[in-house]
């Protein structure tokens, strides 16, 4: 007896040894499957939720179908084990094993999901899930109701919509509700299945379990059972769940036509479902042709869901047909009249329709829908994130209106109150402070932006444009060229940062200034504003050719470009090509009849290269017309008159200019040039006749030709002041004009010298003149 035991003990070692051995050997072959399956769970997790049930799945494959355990024999084998009667078989230890690393590396995932949404769920309204904010018991009845309602749409797929949201399917508020006979029947016939599934061996009943795992398990976090979802009924979510589906039809039917009674009947069902379910598809791809199209569709299976109504409009909204889309938006507010959003797009679109007024009532509606700010009392208050932008579209609408500045303020900040992180009302403000004329608070705003959002270009961009309001130009070009890092093809800063390196006068930043212009007109080659700016860099670098060349192209983009046709005419005027500048001035005038400098560059033209002084005096005179105290065009008439030898005309005309002026010394050069001539000729004149008043005998005339000569010697060419404009900047935040001015140089110094050197050998010459007609 005792050797008999002690060859079981041995035989008993030997065998666990080798068991243990054979184990060792087996575990690459073990544990690489369960590796791959984590890894590939990971993978699908981060696609979808739903990928992380896929570890629900093979811990119920692992059991019941890989080692063939039924729930009796589980619930047998826990009872031995806790009475001491029965150690745990090495198998069923490897497999609780197996279960404890899925399980291990599922609640892994799980945290990681959890940090990526910075433990924070998404934020749905009662819109999105009415029954997830819905009391007792209806949140309870209508969550179980809708799970014979998704069991209905995967056995009967006829009405199927796109979206399931809000009032979709009615809340079941009491038990008395008829529908409860569909989530009894439906738990029923789920219970008996799972029963049947875990009771029973055999390969039928393995089939029906990984039947049911494939529906009940992807459908769970869809479900509401852990946390509530943005839905009432989602069809994508019966994407995998329609796999376990097909598998237990499919095993239903096996079983139905292996009998010889039902053979017929059943392949006759099986062809209208395979017919009928063809044909469905295929109908319901015309319905996803286009968004307009698929709304349409869902709208003739739930006409109580203002969100369908809504994306109808938005559809319409895109396709700019605004009448259609505002009766869309309209039926929406009546079937859901608290619907915030509803409201706001009727604002949007009336807004669309320049129909202010009614735009803010609508906008009002929808203020007055969101949570209301009690005094003395906490209490916290889910808002959706697209809600708060009432604030900001009521505010970007009222703020048109001049006197309603802070009323706008106002909304901005109160939008920033419910949301301290509210970016875009941030930056709105920022814009709204610069219209008020308070660069500094815009400043602030437009930092307390970035500290939300760095990589935002458009946000440095606005921050120059605020620094040069401050009068910071340095700061102001240091923004641009962040904005530039981060975005290079930003259009508005390439060409607002080319614009104040080309002010800036530095010639070391014309070279970036012209490549940055460059870069702008290849971003948008139809805006004439690139390449006039253009042609003012190259005639401040001397480049005539080149200047003449991106000017024509600025005119040709847009014929009736102010600037570029100034200073094209400018520019021939300063490379002695002024014949050239008149047909160019003239379609200046064609276009801005009132262009003042236009206007004077013309005169000037038509006077010294033309010599037509009728013409010329036009020009001056509308100049006076337009604007009497304008003191170029004043003093240019004046040199008119001189040239008419209406002597006493130009004196008084000099006179008035120079009152409008006093601190002109040219205006007063000319002047005396006028007076000394007068007196000249009232000189010969006086010598020209006797004492008596009668004739002298043998009298001569002084020759015009003479007078002309000196009157030539002695003029002295006008001072041209042009103010040009250098081109126009329509920002995505403000619209500013750049005038720069080109000016026409002062005679210098030596070229005075040598007039008044003229002028005192033209009075010599006329000494002479009197002396020869008193016969000396």
């Known amino acids: 007896y005792r050797l008999t035991d002690v060859l079981e003990h041995e035989l008993s070692w030997v065998n666990t040894h ?29 696609c979808k939720e739903q990928g992380i049930t896929v570890v629900g799945i093979c811990c119920v494959y692992e059991v019941f179908i890989a080692q063939g355990y039924t729930l009796p024999m589980l619930l047998d084998a826990a009872m031995q084990i806790l009475r001491g009667k029965w150690s745990i078989p090495y198998s069923m230890l490897q497999t609780l094993l197996k279960l404890i690393v899925l399980m291990f590396s599922t ?83 789920l219970g008996s299945l799972i029963v ?10 393995k089939t029906v379990l990984m039947a049911l795992c494939l529906i009940v398990l992807p ?67 015309w319905d996803w042709e286009s968004e307009y199209t698929l709304f349409m569709s869902a709208l003739k299976v739930n006409k109580n869901n203002a969100k369908l109504w809504n994306n109808v409009g938005h559809a319409l909204e895109n396709e700019k047909n605004f009448e259609r889309a505002l009766r869309f938006f309209i039926q929406a507010t009546q079937v859901q009249p608290d619907d915030i959003g509803a409201h706001m797009n009727v604002g949007r ?69 419910m949301r301290p992180d509210f970016k875009q009302a941030y930056i709105s403000r920022g814009e709204l402070l610069l219209k008020m004329n308070k660069p500094v608070k815009a400043k602030e705003a437009y930092l307390r932006a ?103 192209k600025a005119i040709k983009l847009q014929p009736g470009f102010r600037s570029a046709l100034f200073n094209l005419a400018l520019l021939y005027s300063q490379t002695a090509k002024e014949l050239m500048a008149l047909p160019v001035l003239e379609e200046l005038l064609r276009y801005y009849p009132d262009h003042t400098k236009g206007l004077i560059l013309k005169g000037d033209i038509l006077m010294n290269q033309k010599k037509d002084i009728s013409g010329a005096k036009k020009c001056f005179e509308k100049i006076l017309e337009m604007d009497p105290n304008n003191v170029q065009g004043k003093h240019n008439l004046c040199v008119v008159y001189f040239e008419e030898r209406d002597l006493i005309k130009a004196e008084k005309c000099l006179v008035e200019t120079l009152v409008l002026a006093p601190h002109e010394e040219y205006i007063q050069h000319h002047l005396n040039i006028v007076r000394s001539k007068i007196s000249l000729l009232s ?11 009668t004739a002298a005998v043998g009298e001569k005339k002084i020759p015009f030709e003479n007078l002309k000569e000196v009157r030539n010697e002695q003029k002295t060419t006008q001072t041209l002041n042009s103010n040009i404009n250098k081109g126009q900047s329509n920002s995505k935040k403000r619209t500013e004009k750049n005038n720069t001015d080109k000016e026409t140089k002062k005679k210098s110094t030596k070229e005075i010298k040598d007039i008044e050197k003229k002028r005192v050998a033209a009075l010599k010459r006329l000494e002479e003149i009197e002396r020869i007609l008193n016969g000396e």
């Open 18 to 46: 080798f068991l243990r051995c054979a184990a060792v050997q087996q575990l690459p072959r073990l544990w690489t499957p369960i590796a791959v399956t984590v890894c590939l769970v990971a993978v699908a997790t981060l």
């Open 107 to 189: 609640l892994l995932l799980v945290v990681v999901r959890v940090q990526v949404i910075q433990s924070q769920l998404p934020v749905f309204t009662r819109f999105d899930n009415p029954a997830a904010v819905s009391p007792s018991p209806a949140r309870q009845l209508t969550f179980n109701y809708l799970l014979p309602v998704n069991a209905w749409l995967l056995l009967n797929p006829s009405e199927l919509c796109c979206d399931w949201t809000m009032g979709t399917i009615p809340l079941v508020e009491s038990f008395l509700d008829i529908r409860n006979i569909a989530t009894i029947t439906f738990f029923c016939f």
């Open 196 to 205: 049947f599934s875990l009771r029973y061996p055999g390969d039928s009943s």
């Open 219 to 285: 459908f769970i976090p869809a479900s509401n059972l852990f946390f509530p979802v943005g839905f009432v009924v989602a069809e994508r979510v019966l994407y995998v769940p329609s796999m376990g589906f097909c598998i237990l039809i499919a095993h239903g039917w096996k079983r139905l036509s292996n009998k010889s009674v039902l053979r017929k009947l059943s392949w006759i069902c099986l062809s209208v479902v395979l017919f009928t379910h063809a044909l469905k598809t295929l109908h319901r791809n």
């Open 349 to 417: 679109t009336y807004k669309n329709l320049n129909k202010t007024k009614e735009a803010e009532e609508s906008y009002m509606i929808a203020k007055s829908l969101m949570p209301q700010i009690i005094p003395g009392k906490k209490y916290a208050a889910r808002v959706a994130p697209n809600h708060l932008n009432v604030y900001i579209n009521l505010a970007n609408l009222i703020r048109a209106n001049e006197s309603r500045l802070e009323e706008a303020d106002q909304l901005y900040r109160q939008a920033i109150s």
């Open 450 to 552: 970035l500290e939300l959002d760095r990589t935002n270009a458009d946000l440095w961009y606005n921050l120059a444009i605020v620094y040069i309001e401050l009068k910071d130009p340095t700061e102001a070009l240091k923004n641009f060229n962040q904005a530039l890092e981060l975005n290079p093809k930003h259009k508005l800063a390439l060409f607002n940062s080319a614009l104040l390196m080309q002010e800036s006068g530095d010639p070391m930043l014309r070279p970036e200034a012209k490549k940055r212009l460059l870069s702008y007109v290849k971003e948008e080659p139809q805006d004439a504003n690139g390449y006039f700016n253009l042609g003012m860099l190259a005639m401040d670098d001397k480049k005539d050719a080149e200047a003449e060349s991106w000017m024509k």
């Open 683 to 693: 000189a010969a004149e006086q010598s020209t006749f006797p004492a008596d008043g």
